[in-house]
Structures are given as C-alpha cells and as structure tokens.
C-alpha cells in the first residue's frame, strides 16, 4: 500500500493531481486508514499510469474516462477503443498542420525582415496587421 507522495512519486504524478482525478471520478477514492490517510494498492498505481500516459499522448480527460469505462469491459468490442484513438489522431493531425502553418509564417515574417531600424521591420508590421494573419492560419474545417 502506498501513501499519496509514493504513488506521486512512482507515477511522476503531482498529490493535487491525484487528488483532482478522483475528484472527478478517473480514479476511485482510496482506502484510508484510521488516522484518514489515504492508502492505494498497485491497481490503483496502474490506474494512475495509463492516466497519466494517455495525457502524455494528448488524450483529453473525457476521452481516457471513455477509455477506462471500455477497459473495465474486457468483452466490448475493441473497436470502440479504437474510434477513440482515432479520433486523437485527428486532433494531433490538425494540431501538426496548424503548427506548420504557424511555423511557415515566422519563417517568412523572419525572412522579410531585413532592415536595421525598428520602424522599418516587418515582422512588428505583420504582428500589427493581425487581420491578415487570422484569415492565412484559420484552423482547417472538419
């Protein structure tokens, strides 16, 4: 059994963190001993894991409830699962396209910019013609 900091610790998982997911309910609310102190087993620790991995991969709090209520259904179908995982594939793919974008527009405003004088550059120029920005790196629609 382990205290509240040794599962932080073990998981790389801050104790507001751990406290938050059972707040709302991705983790169930540990044993506690006498004194109050919470207590957690290895499931629990596991639990805390895949948790904190699927943040890593970018999941949304939402899409991990989503996937340990289908974890802790061993017979539905795997596809579910998979529909989930495709659809934060999506989400990273439009992410990496705005990001490229965002990326060729520095690179340009960067490039144009050649002047020694603070009211001549074009990179402030560009910032401050925002209008023009917004409309070139509007999110793709879906």
Request: aromatic share 4%; net charge neutral.
């Amino acid at each position: 059994m382990l205290t509240i900091g040794a599962l932080g610790r073990r998981t790389g998982t801050k104790v507001q963190t751990i406290r938050y997911y059972e707040q709302i309910g991705l983790m169930s609310p540990p044993e506690r001993t006498e004194g109050g102190q919470r207590r957690y087993d290895t499931a629990a620790q596991d639990r805390l894991a895949f948790i904190r991995h699927s943040r890593e991969l970018g999941f949304s709090l939402e899409a991990i409830r989503e996937l340990l209520e289908l974890s802790d259904s061993p017979e539905r179908s795997c596809a579910q699962v998979d529909a989930v995982a495709q659809r934060q594939l999506k989400e990273v793919e439009a992410r990496i396209a705005r990001l490229e974008s965002l990326r060729r527009e520095l690179r340009r405003m960067i490039s144009e910019c050649r002047t020694d004088r603070v009211a001549d550059c074009r990179i402030l120029e560009v910032l401050r013609d925002h209008t023009e920005c917004l409309a070139d790196h509007a999110p793709p629609e879906r």
